[in-house]
C-alpha cells in the first residue's frame, strides 16, 4: 500500500511543531508514528533519533528512516520534503518581514515568551524520550555523565554519543 | 576607478563583498560542505563557514539571523539556510542552501536506515543503542539547560516552561494547543508595556 501521501501529511504537521527546536515535535511524533500509524516501535524512534545525534547536518534526519521503513525511497524522499518543506517556506516568507519588525514593541514581548514555551516543549520531548530510554542504573549514569560532561567541558557532543555506544555495549552485552 | 596606480585605494575595500556576487553554486557547495561535517550540532560550523571564512554575512547579522530561526518553526540548520541563501541571491539562494545542509545527513541516515533493518536486532547493537539512547537524553537535557541560562528572561518563566512540559506530558495536550494557550500567556506576560526597568538588551 502506498503510504506516501500519509506520511506527507502527518509529517508536514510535525514540521510546523518544531519550535525551538526538532525535539518538540518528538511527543507527538510518537504518538503519530508509534501508536496511530505503526510504521515503527518506541524502543526503534528511540534508537534512531540518538543514533541521528552522530550524524551531521539538521539534527531531526531520523525522519527519513521512518519515511523509508514505511514506503521506500519514495517514502523517504516523501518524509524529507514534508517535514522541511513548510517550515522553509514560512522563513523565506516570515524571516524578511520578521527582520523588518525590529521596532514593533511586540516582538520582543514575543520572542521573550515564547522562549520559556520553547524550552518546555524540549524538556516534554525529553521526558517523553527518557520513559523509553532510561531503565536503570546504567542508563541513568550515562544521561547524567553526559550532561555533567558538557556542563563542565567543552566537548563535541557527537563524541560523547559516541562513548555512549561503547559504555552500552560494554554494559549490556549477555554475559 | 581601477587605475594600476592606485594599489593602496584599493586595499582597504578587502573586506567589503558585493552580495549580488555570490553564485548559486558557491552557496550549495558552502552548505553542503557545513552539512557534511557539521558533527554534534550545526550552529558553530554555520558561524564559521558563513562568517568567519567566506565573509558572506557579519557576525551582527548572524546573530540576528540565528535569533530569527530560532523563534520560527523549523530547524536552526534549515531556517539558517533559506535565511542566508535568500540574503545573498533570493529564492533559487535559499533553495541551493538548505538543499546542501540537508542532502548528506539524509543520505547517511538512509544507509543507517537499511543497515539498522538488517543488524538492528542483533545484542551488540541493542546493547550499543541502549548507551546511545541514554546519552541522547543527556543531550538534551545539557540543552535545556544551557537554553535556559541564556534564553530566559524573568524567574517566573520557569512556571511557563513548567506548564508547558505539565499540559504536554501529562495533560497529553496537542503542542499546538500548548504553544497557543500557554504561548500567548507568555507573551501578554512580556508585554512590551510592563515596567521599564529591564530596557538593557
Sequence with gaps: MNQSPILARVFAYLSLLTVGGGMAAFPEMKILTVDVHHWLTFPQLIHIYSVGQMAPGPNMMMIVVIGQWAGGLLGGLTTLIAFFGPTAVLAYVVGHAWKRLERWPWRRSIQEGLAPVSIGLLLAGCFTMAKGAIFGLETGAIAVGVLLMLLQYKINPALLVVAGAIVGALSFMPK | ?201
Excluded at chain 2, 76 to 101: C, D, E, P, W, Y
Design chain 2, 1 to 201: 576607478m581601477t587605475n594600476a596606480g592606485t594599489k593602496d585605494a584599493i586595499a582597504p575595500t578587502q573586506p567589503v563583498i558585493p552580495k549580488t556576487t555570490v553564485s548559486v553554486r558557491e552557496i550549495f557547495l558552502a552548505f553542503l560542505a557545513i552539512g557534511a561535517t557539521s558533527f554534534g550540532g550545526v550552529v558553530p560550523y554555520l558561524r564559521d563557514g558563513l562568517v568567519t571564512k567566506r565573509c558572506w554575512i557579519d557576525d551582527k547579522e548572524f546573530v540576528e539571523m540565528l535569533s530569527i530561526s530560532q523563534s520560527l518553526p523549523g530547524l536552526n540548520a534549515t531556517n539558517m539556510a533559506i535565511l542566508v541563501g535568500q540574503k545573498l541571491h533570493g529564492r533559487s539562494g535559499s533553495f541551493a542552501g538548505i538543499l546542501g545542509m540537508c542532502l548528506p545527513g539524509a543520505a547517511l541516515m538512509y544507509v543507517v536506515g537499511i543497515f539498522y533493518h538488517l543488524h538492528g536486532d542483533h545484542t551488540w547493537t541493542t546493547a550499543a543503542l541502549k548507551g546511545v539512547a541514554a546519552a541522547a537524553v543527556g543531550l538534551i537535557l545539557y540543552t535545556v539547560v544551557n537554553l535556559s541560562q541564556k534564553a530566559l528572561s524573568h524567574k517566573f518563566d520557569f512556571v511557563f516552561m513548567a506548564a508547558t512540559v505539565l499540559t504536554v506530558n501529562r495533560l497529553h495536550w496537542s503542542v499546538p494547543r500548548a504553544l497557543l494557550i500557554v504561548g500567548a500567556l507568555a507573551i501578554l506576560f512580556h508585554h512590551p508595556y510592563r515596567k521599564p526597568k529591564t530596557t538593557a538588551p
